[in-house]
């Protein structure tokens, strides 16, 4: 193996294992480019900084309707987007139908971001969106399809 092909295994395989310990430890970390760092410094001009990395959780949801009236989906939006004010755990809340490019598509998507696996729980058993699921969504619901991922 030459040179450089170990130096691109070895920074990769680093920034792997940095992310699988932010993802472990649920914590902020750091992460600064020695090459960026290295054009800072001969350019002392520039601000120094660094790109965070958050091990949190995204939570995705995609529901096909029986009735997708814009009525309907509209009733849905409104009482899932009082949600981020009733439950402090949510950290960033997207809710939306979908736009009609393609064919087949879900009829209304959620994608919600919380700062650990514990906060994501509590979310998912809270009375708020328990009830919203309850009264708004399961009595016009076909399908769901849900995917939580570490981001």
Wanted: one cysteine or more; aromatic letters at 6%; hydrophobic letters at 40%.
């Amino acid at each position: 193996m030459s040179m450089d092909k170990r130096k691109t295994l070895l920074t990769t395989l680093g920034i792997i294992a940095f992310l699988m310990l932010a993802s472990v430890t649920g914590r902020q970390l750091s992460l600064r480019s020695s090459s960026r760092n290295r054009y800072l410094s001969s350019h002392p001009s520039s601000r120094q900084s660094s790109v965070s990395v958050m091990a949190g959780i995204r939570h995705c949801v995609l529901l096909k309707l029986k009735d997708n009236s814009p009525e309907v989906v509209s009733r849905i939006k409104a009482n899932l987007d009082k949600l981020p004010a009733l439950i402090p755990q949510i950290k960033g809340y997207q809710t939306g139908p979908d736009a009609r490019i393609s064919e087949g598509n879900a009829d209304f998507a959620i994608t919600a971001d919380f700062a650990s696996e514990a906060d994501f729980k509590i979310y998912a058993t809270h009375p708020e969106h328990v009830k919203a699921l309850t009264e708004h969504i399961k009595p016009v619901l076909e399908h769901r399809t849900a995917v939580q991922f570490r981001t």
